[in-house]
């Protein structure tokens, strides 16, 4: 093929395709540099993100092990409210049955002061 380019050709031709080469090769080096330079920053950002996640993982874990107590808390006290309520409730029946055996011994009452008023009357 360099047969058949005229000398003058060659001359101007070839000086050109070697520096463009040389250029070529200098432009390929510096991106492989920046690439290195984005992949090692893409590779620390992603050990960053890990870092982040598992620092979120164990806040997570802490605040479920703390609602868990909270909700443990919680259940003792309804529980506690629970029973306390239950107590005050039978209370209460006992009170309501006192009430009602001394309203059934004040109407009987009513009715025997009645008679006797009655029987008085007719004296």
Do not use: C, Y
Not at 42 to 52: A, E, F, N, P, Y
Not at 53 to 60: A, E, H, P, T, V
């Amino acid at each position: 093929m360099a047969e058949k380019i005229p000398g003058w050709l060659e001359r101007v031709l070839l000086p050109q395709i070697s520096e463009l080469k040389g250029e070529l090769k200098a432009t390929n080096a510096k991106l492989d540099g920046e690439f290195k330079v984005v992949h090692s920053e893409i590779k620390r950002l992603g050990q960053k993100i890990d870092g982040l996640g598992q620092r979120l993982d164990q806040s997570i874990d802490g605040l479920d092990q703390k609602i868990d107590g909270l909700d443990h808390r919680l259940s003792q006290r309804i529980d506690g409210l629970d029973e306390k309520l239950s107590q005050r409730m039978d209370g209460f029946d006992k009170k309501i049955d006192s009430l009602d055996k001394r309203m059934d011994v004040t109407q009987r009452l009513t009715v025997v002061e009645g008679k006797v008023h009655e029987l008085e009357s007719r004296k």
